[in-house]
């Protein structure tokens, strides 16, 4: 990897999108610390202090603070971070199986995927204003921080507020500006770097604050699991089924083309990281519906149940819905029609299974067997650290699920390889030798 790095730097154009791309980061990173305006910040650094919160950590907001590196306990004006425009964006890759006029525009190519960025972009202001908003509320009335006493808004009126508001959903416009920048002049993906960056920057405080917390021992048994787990992804993540596929040669006029021969790759976790984000956030809905209905009877239950996040029962439901958003994203991003029809088209098979329909269900048949041992790789990365955790030191799960979950870690590590991948790609392009020197 050292050795991949020191080669980008010596090639002269991928230096200058190395260094714009840690340009962009740097920016990121000072906006993150960046207080939002009408905000108390010694106020904010008590009431987020360790000694308030206890071992089991903000549970709600968490993951959330994790995806945001510490900006939104911060209530910094990125403190949003780009969960916007990942729901946003998500949000339009199911709709463009349902809405006709979306899977048109997805099959023009490059205008009409513009056409569904700009979609994405408005959506994505849109959920700013109501997260933005929903943050400042629970701010205002004392329930974002209910440990402390601390007033951490200096002005009620409703001006300022509105600028709280304002601010933050500015923020977010900000980071998916900086995110595109990054993707068409920098390298890699703009957003998911963005993500990776704000989880690395939360892991050092995390693993510090569980040797103050715990003690070296408890520190090493951490640190032992987080590389295996680690190790266990790349494993998973590199491997894939090859489908083997033959094209016919035909002739087009005096050319002869096709008699080639390539395979279709389908990883193991073909879903990537989706099911596990949206699983939490379904997980989180009665969670933040209970903090506005306290008083309920149901309110107890969820946060008996699912507050902290090391109840039986609240592993069972994540991990079943890990597996069925799982299967259901495959469904809809990879379609073994479309894939067949296409073969089909241009005159390719598979070895041994003919053209067409036989083909859609031998390829709907490896999908399912592949996406099945995905889907159970996935619900076991997500849960396997915190109940590791909780079986060690029990009533800490959350604490540590938050830095070491099959989510941050799954990013970390996901962004990490297809970043590595797309530099020694341009390496490649540029230090070609072919066989003969």
């Known amino acids: 990897m050292l050795r991949v790095f020191a080669q980008a730097f010596r090639t002269p154009d991928l230096r200058q999108k190395l260094l714009f791309t840690l340009g962009i980061i740097v920016l990121f990173r000072l906006g993150s610390t960046v207080p939002t305006p009408n905000v108390d910040v010694a106020a904010v650094e008590i009431c987020a202090s360790p000694e308030q919160t206890g071992e089991s950590g903000f549970g709600l907001y968490g993951m959330l603070d994790l995806f945001t590196g510490g900006a939104l306990l911060n209530l910094a004006i990125f403190a949003l971070g780009i969960i916007p425009y990942i729901t946003s964006a998500i949000i339009f890759q199911l709709l463009t199986v349902v809405i006709p006029r979306l899977e048109a525009l997805k099959k023009e190519g490059q205008s009409g995927q513009a056409q569904i960025t700009q979609y994405t972009r408005y959506l994505t202001v849109g959920l700013a204003v109501l997260q933005a908003t929903t943050i400042v509320t629970l701010v205002e009335s004392g329930q974002f921080f209910p440990n402390c006493a601390e007033d951490i808004v200096v002005n009620n009126s409703v001006a300022w507020l509105a600028m709280m508001i304002l601010t933050m959903t500015a923020g977010t416009a900000v980071v998916m500006w900086l995110g595109e920048l990054i993707t068409d002049r920098g390298v890699g993906n703009g957003m998911s770097l963005l993500i990776f960056t704000q989880i690395v920057a939360s892991v050092p405080g995390m693993f510090w604050n569980i040797q103050i917390n715990r003690g070296w021992g408890i520190f090493a048994l951490v640190l032992a699991v987080a590389l295996v787990v680690v190790a266990l992804i790349v494993f998973v993540e590199m491997a894939q089924r090859r489908i083997p596929v033959q094209y016919a040669k035909r002739m087009v006029g005096r050319r002869m083309y096709g008699g080639s021969s390539t395979y279709i790759p389908l990883k193991i976790n073909q879903a990537g990281v989706i099911p596990v984000i949206f699983a939490s956030s379904l997980l989180y809905v009665p969670m933040l519906a209970a903090q506005f209905n306290a008083e309920a009877d149901w309110a107890g239950w969820v946060e008996r149940y699912f507050q902290r996040g090391d109840h039986p029962l609240y592993l069972l439901f994540y991990f079943l819905l890990i597996v069925g958003f799982a299967f259901f994203y495959v469904s809809i991003t990879f379609n073994p029609k479309d894939i067949s029809d296409n073969m089909k088209r241009y005159g390719g098979f598979v070895p041994g299974i003919r053209a067409g329909r036989?083909?859609?269900?031998?390829?709907?048949?490896?999908?399912?067997?592949?996406?099945?041992?995905?889907?159970?790789?996935?619900?076991?990365?997500?849960?396997?650290?915190?109940?590791?955790?909780?079986?060690i030191n029990p009533g800490t799960g959350v604490a540590f699920s938050n830095t070491f979950g099959g989510t941050s870690i799954l990013i970390m590590v996901g962004v990490g390889l297809q970043t590595m991948q797309q530099i020694e790609g341009q390496l490649q392009q540029r230090n070609y030798e072919g066989f003969l020197k």
């Open 358 to 391: 036989p083909t859609e269900e031998y390829l709907s048949y490896i999908l399912n067997r592949i996406t099945s041992a995905g889907a159970i790789y996935l619900g076991l990365v997500a849960l396997l650290p915190l109940m590791a955790f909780n079986i």
